[in-house]
């Protein structure tokens, strides 16, 4: 486990700068408070895979597909629902890559799944005052993106 103390301008820059190599099948679970950052990162990576469209939470819509990018990024916002409506979603299509191309996973309110994926970076993102503490964990075969991921 890592911990960063980020301002948001930094935080933004780990977020674009991440979107320029995650590869293909990447999950990332965002935890933390509302408003600790968790879609602002998402926001940041989408720039970082070339995708022009805006990236806003997918609250009500649950799922954002962004196809455009370098890799598709796929945006869950889980806070509405409970395990069981998570399930039929069948998020693991989107990290498995069945039936849907393998892309980047970011979801938010992972604590809703009623499974973890495999493999998988968590980022717990915490606001105090103007940083953000990030506490980053890989967990399975993203553990060989650590190095990359904290070249800072």
């Given at each position: 486990?890592?911990?960063?103390?980020?301002?948001?301008?930094?935080?933004?820059?780990?977020?674009?700068?991440?979107?320029?190599?995650?590869?293909?099948?990447?999950?990332?679970?965002?935890?933390?408070?509302l408003?600790?950052?968790?879609?602002?990162?998402?926001?940041?990576?989408g720039?970082?895979?070339?995708?022009?469209?805006?990236?806003?939470?997918?609250?009500?819509?649950?799922?954002?597909?962004?196809?455009?990018?370098?890799?598709?990024?796929?945006?869950?916002?889980?806070?509405?629902?409970?395990?069981?409506?998570?399930?039929?979603?069948?998020?693991?299509?989107?990290?498995?890559?069945?039936?849907?191309?393998l892309?980047?996973?970011?979801?938010?309110?992972?604590?809703?799944?009623?499974?973890?994926?495999?493999?998988?970076?968590?980022?717990?993102?915490?606001?105090?005052?103007?940083?953000?503490?990030?506490?980053?964990?890989?967990?399975?075969?993203?553990?060989?993106?650590?190095?990359?991921?904290?070249?800072?």
């Amino acid at each position: 486990m890592t911990n960063l103390n980020l301002s948001l301008a930094e935080l933004q820059a780990l977020g674009r700068q991440w979107g320029t190599w995650l590869p293909p099948g990447t999950v990332l679970l965002l935890t933390g408070d509302l408003g600790a950052g968790k879609t602002t990162f998402v926001q940041a990576l989408g720039e970082g895979l070339g995708i022009a469209d805006v990236i806003q939470s997918p609250t009500f819509t649950l799922i954002q597909e962004y196809p455009e990018g370098r890799v598709p990024l796929y945006h869950f916002d889980l806070y509405r629902l409970t395990p069981a409506e998570v399930a039929e979603l069948a998020p693991e299509r989107y990290w498995l890559g069945e039936e849907i191309d393998l892309g980047i996973v970011a979801i938010e309110w992972p604590d809703r799944l009623p499974t973890l994926p495999l493999d998988y970076l968590r980022l717990q993102l915490q606001r105090q005052q103007d940083r953000t503490h990030l506490t980053l964990e890989a967990v399975g075969a993203a553990t060989a993106l650590l190095p990359k991921c904290l070249n800072l």
